[in-house]
């Protein structure tokens, strides 16, 4: 009998209903199996792109952090107290020199066009503070100091000063007070160009210099040679 009527044979011999399993070589098994788990159906559940990445950026984090550890006096525990001691250094000078944006806009001008008086803008301010919006009442406080030093005939009225010129101006026929007033001028810049907010305890300061000056005695000669 030929082979194929061996194979015939064999096919007739199988219960009714069975045929023989149907081999597929491995290579276009593998290719059918891959298209089949390529279409979107498999996928709808995947991390989308920023997950994967932020995943990939932990990982990377997490071998740095293990590979420091080790390299680093008291391991994990040593890494800990470094990096927090660097978060304080960071966060001192933060609060010390105040936001980078300050050395760009600092030489911006103290007041905007519309001309008020001292006492208008010492009620702009108690009514920002009242409200709780402390930059504001800041900044409105600043003023209200260097509009008063104004009509004191102390600074001549210039358009387009700055807190720091103020300062430093007035400092001259108030030398007791320079200290201070170079500080609230740092405050006004800080919390108007520096992006840092102000709080009562800036306001505070701003309002005791404010009444302190308007009881001060000018040098109207100016200090000593």
Same mark, same amino acid.
């Given at each position: 009998?030929?082979?194929g009527g =061996?194979i015939? @044979?064999?096919? /007739? !011999? ?6 023989? %399993?149907?081999?597929? %070589?491995r ?5 059918a199996?891959e ?5 979107p159906?498999y @996928?709808?559940?995947?991390?989308g792109?920023?997950?994967?990445a932020?995943? &990939? +950026? ?5 071998? *740095? +952090?293990? @590979? ?5 006096p008291?391991?994990?525990?040593? *890494?800990v107290?470094i /990096?927090a ?7 001192a ?6 936001? %980078?944006r ?5 030489? /911006?001008t103290l +007041?905007?066009d ?7 803008h010492?009620?702009?301010? #108690?009514? @920002?503070a009242?409200?709780?919006r402390?930059?504001? /009442?800041?900044?409105? &406080?600043?003023?209200a100091?260097?509009?008063? =030093?104004?009509?004191r005939t102390? !600074?001549?009225?210039?358009p ?12 001259v026929? !108030?030398? #007791?007070?320079?200290g201070?007033?170079r500080?609230a001028? &740092?405050?006004?810049? #800080?919390?108007?160009?520096?992006g840092?907010p102000?709080?009562?305890d800036m306001?505070?300061? !701003?309002?005791? =210099? ?6 001060t ?6 200090? %000593?040679?």
């Open positions: 009998m030929s082979t =061996l015939t @044979h064999a096919v /007739a !011999l199988l219960p009714t209903g069975q045929t023989p %399993p149907v081999t597929t %070589p290579d276009p098994a593998r290719e199996a298209r089949e788990l390529s279409k159906l @996928h709808q559940n995947d991390p792109l920023l997950q994967r932020l995943d &990939r +950026f932990w990982e990377w984090v997490g071998n *740095l +952090f293990d @590979h420091a550890s080790g390299a680093t008291g391991g994990t525990l040593g *890494l107290a /990096a001691l660097v978060v304080l250094a960071v966060a000078l933060w609060w010390r020199l105040g936001s %980078p300050r050395a760009a806009t600092g030489a /911006a +007041f905007d519309a001309v008020r008086s001292a006492a208008d010492r009620a702009a301010a #108690d009514a @920002h009242a409200a709780g402390w930059t504001e /009442a800041v900044q409105e &406080r600043m003023r100091v260097v509009r008063s =030093l104004e009509e102390l !600074l001549d009225p210039r387009g000063r700055t807190a720091d010129e103020a300062a430093a101006e007035a400092s026929s !108030l030398p #007791d007070q320079a201070e007033l500080a001028a &740092r405050t006004f810049d #800080d919390v108007t160009y520096g840092r102000g709080d009562s306001y505070a300061r !701003l309002r005791a =210099l404010d009444l302190t000056l308007t009881r005695k000018p040098l109207l000669t100016g200090p %000593p040679a």
